[in-house]
């Protein structure tokens, strides 16, 4: 084999494995000097269903929880094969005592997140 063709194998193989670990990892605000953590959950969704979008809202606190104010949000998606879903708030978020997040897969995939609430 030549230089050329051991270059471009080995420049597909790095291509392919970029494209195949993409994650859609999400995350709001920052982690500041003497905060902890308040919520940690798996966000999941598997029921995959051919060609149909799902989607989970996560609401935080639960009923009569602490209300404790959120520096950081961290939203880490499981999926490792470019197929994970996407992560919005719909309310509250950073710097208030609340948030509502919405889960979103992609078509014809599930949800898979680790969901992580920072404050204090």
Same mark, same amino acid.
């Given at each position: 084999? %030549?230089v050329?063709?051991? &270059?471009f194998i080995? +420049?597909? #193989?790095?291509? #392919? &494995?970029?494209? &195949?670990?993409?994650?859609?990892? =999400?995350? %709001?605000?920052? @982690?500041?000097?003497?905060?902890? *953590? *308040?919520?940690?959950q798996? /966000?999941?969704n *598997?029921?995959?269903? $051919?060609? @149909?979008? +799902?989607?989970?809202?996560?609401?935080?606190?639960? !009923?009569?929880?602490?209300?404790?104010?959120?520096?950081?949000?961290? #939203?880490?998606?499981?999926? &490792?094969?470019g197929?994970?879903?996407? /992560? %919005?708030?719909?309310?509250?978020g950073?710097? $208030?005592?609340?948030?509502?997040?919405?889960? !979103?897969?992609?078509r014809?995939?599930?949800?898979n $997140?680790? *969901?992580?609430? =920072?404050?204090?």
């Amino acid at each position: 084999m %030549s230089v050329r063709s051991i &270059t471009f194998i080995c +420049l597909i #193989a790095l291509i #392919a &494995t970029i494209v &195949t670990s993409q994650r859609h990892n =999400w995350q %709001s605000g920052r @982690k500041q000097s003497g905060d902890y *953590l *308040l919520d940690r959950q798996y /966000v999941q969704n *598997l029921s995959v269903q $051919y060609n @149909k979008v +799902l989607s989970k809202l996560v609401n935080y606190p639960k !009923t009569g929880s602490r209300r404790e104010v959120i520096h950081f949000i961290n #939203a880490t998606d499981q999926y &490792t094969n470019g197929k994970g879903g996407f /992560v %919005s708030i719909r309310s509250g978020g950073v710097n $208030y005592q609340y948030v509502q997040l919405n889960f !979103t897969s992609q078509r014809s995939s599930g949800i898979n $997140y680790l *969901l992580e609430i =920072w404050g204090r």
